[in-house]
């Protein structure tokens, strides 16, 4: 099955490759923003065929993936755990009463899955250019191999944004940035492009772009010669929606990710957080990260 | 001593020969720096594994010496070691070009160098970047003064007070330039506190270096008399700072080999890193520290063309030391998982390659062309050279 992506321009099934699945506008509040296409009763139905499943429990589960995609936001988000993510009105800043992060279990991320990546990837405008070393890369697939035992681990590795960023410690211009809510961002007027936040930081999240571009997301702002990464879906999340690589793990692979407000005691990341044993990486560095893993 | 007398160069065939030569050099690193930034830093052998390269290694290269280069200036206004004040106000000048060339270098390989005026108006003070920026504006702005009072008649007395400032100013700011590296946590090459040690004993052995070869070609090419002994004195100088130097690179590698988890970097370094490991060696040891302390101790410290050699050897054995730090802690993978072998398709857990393209070196070998131009102009312009540094007038004889 291909990947469930958001269509940028709201209308149902006009996004890329034609097996878009039905789509949010996402405006206004979480629970009010159920324009588009979606509905709960079953999306505009334009899942690809290939992607029906064979028994009567998979298809249960597919119309479940299906329908929490399609599903206004707000709903969706609810769905998450009460509080998790709540549409921040546009006339309001910034606040840090809440905190954002995303609880990723390994043993249910599949060795060969990429659809976060691409999720990402389509959503942000980023792609192969077939320059893989110089293309930007704001979230990959890592396998994490146990040197005496073999035991082999894959995980989705991005900014983790952290509480204590060391790219924007090092930033000369203040144009790394984190937000109140712990999103940590460039601004991309103000980046130089000196590339000293890719030195700082400990898990390679950054790109820097390398040509000129084209096609950029209106929502998703690059440019040549300034450094970008994972912005968490920021654009997504003030509106009260999920990240697109965890909707689309949600929906279609296998449900490995969790977001959701890590100040609020009540919400499902921080229920699993207290549940779970979960893991920093380099936590020996005490960035404190807003992304964690399970099961590594 | 006898009083000194400062002249000017000649702006003879020699000068407009010598500006023709630089002059095309900068302009072709300008050319260099029009295409990356039109084309995108694509066309550079930087990636997103190895973002910081050649452009950088010149940069820092210079800018250390730049601070290195007042070393002649110091002892003789901080420490009053006669012989050496004649020297003083071209120490100074060197100085400030060398850190002209290396910030020239730096900016025009900014990935957005159009806004400069962003660099200079918006500063976040928790980085050392912003605080370097600090450091190299004062750093010209002291040693300016540092010359001025020199120069001007009646303000003399002021020069060792200034002279004071600006070495303590160029401590600081080869401090700042190690911590650059220094308080890089996230890579097992950097996150040392010898870094700012190791940086400013490194400004001290290039910048005498530069001095040297600045000042031997200068009295060659315009026929004054430079002694032998003087010669010999500094070069004897540049011998004990090229020991500091590989004093401190010991130190730097026997701690980090002390730690189990920096294993791994010191063995890509010291041992089976290719190039690194060759440029370390043979580069930074043997040929930039090992072999010119022999020359400048032995015989061939007598003769100028020997010092003009050893001179020679520690700029290339600076510039692979710079290399193998900026290049070669890049090259080696970060560590995300310690204790556990990471691969992805993004070149986790690999040895990341770098190949200079020509235009980064054009704009690296442009700065130090700047740096050199800047100089002929100044002591073209200006009084910046005794007529005479002859032993019997310096008193080093």
Known sequence: MTDLVENEGGGCCSANNGTTSGTTSGTGSALAGSSGCGSAGGGCGCASQDAMPQTRRGFMKAGAALAMT???????????????????????????????????????????????????????????????LTDAQ????????????GKETTLPMMCL?????????????????????????????TCIGCRYCMMACPYKARSFIHEPLE???EYSPRGKGTVESCTLCVHRVDEGRLPACVET???????????????????????????????????????????RYQNI | MARIKYESLNDGFGFYFLMAFLGAIILGALGATWYMEHEGHIVTGMTNQIVWGMPHVFAIFLIV????????????????????????????LLAISLLVGGLAVLVLDLGRPDRLIVAMTKYNFKSIFAWNIFLYIGFLLIVAAYLFVQMNRGTESWTKPVGILAFVWRLALTTGTGSIFGWLVARQAYDAAVMAPLFIAMSLSFGMAFFLLVLIATYSWSRRPLGAELVNRLAKLLGIFIAVVLYFTAVQHLTNLYAAEHGGIERFILMDGGIYTQLFWGGQVLLGGLLPMAMVFSGMGKSKFGVVLASFFVILGGLAQIYVIIVGGQAYPLILFPGKEVVSGFYDGVVASYIPSLPEMMLGVGGIALALAITLLGMTVLRFIPASLADNETGSG
């Open chain 1, 138 to 149: 704001w979230i990959r697939k890592v396998t994490v191999r146990d040197r005496d035992q």
């Open chain 1, 161 to 189: 944004h952290c509480a204590e960023p060391p790219c924007v410690d090092v930033c000369p211009t203040g144009a790394s940035f984190k937000r109140a809510d712990g999103i940590v961002l460039v601004n991309k007027h």
């Open chain 1, 249 to 291: 793990c949600n929906a279609s692979a296998g449900g490995a990710m969790t977001f959701g407000d890590l100040n609020d005691p009540n919400s499902e990341i921080s229920q699993r957080m207290a549940k779970f044993v979960t893991t920093e990486v380099r936590a020996d560095l005490g960035l404190n990260t807003g992304v």
């Open chain 1, 70 to 132: 399609t599903l206004a936001p707000g709903v969706t988000l609810y769905s998450f755990g009460a509080g998790q993510a709540e549409a921040k009105p546009a006339d309001q800043a910034v606040t840090s009463k809440v905190r954002w992060g995303m609880l990723i279990d390994a043993s249910k991320c599949d060795d060969g899955c990429t659809k976060c990546v691409t999720a990402c990837s389509t959503e942000n405008g980023w792609s192969d250019t077939g320059n893989p």
């Open chain 2, 65 to 92: 010496a730049a601070s290195g280069a007042l070393n002649v200036a110091s002892v003789g206004s901080v420490f009053g070691r006669v012989p050496y004040k004649p020297m003083a106000r071209l120490s100074g």
């Open chain 1, 215 to 217: 096609d950029q997301k």
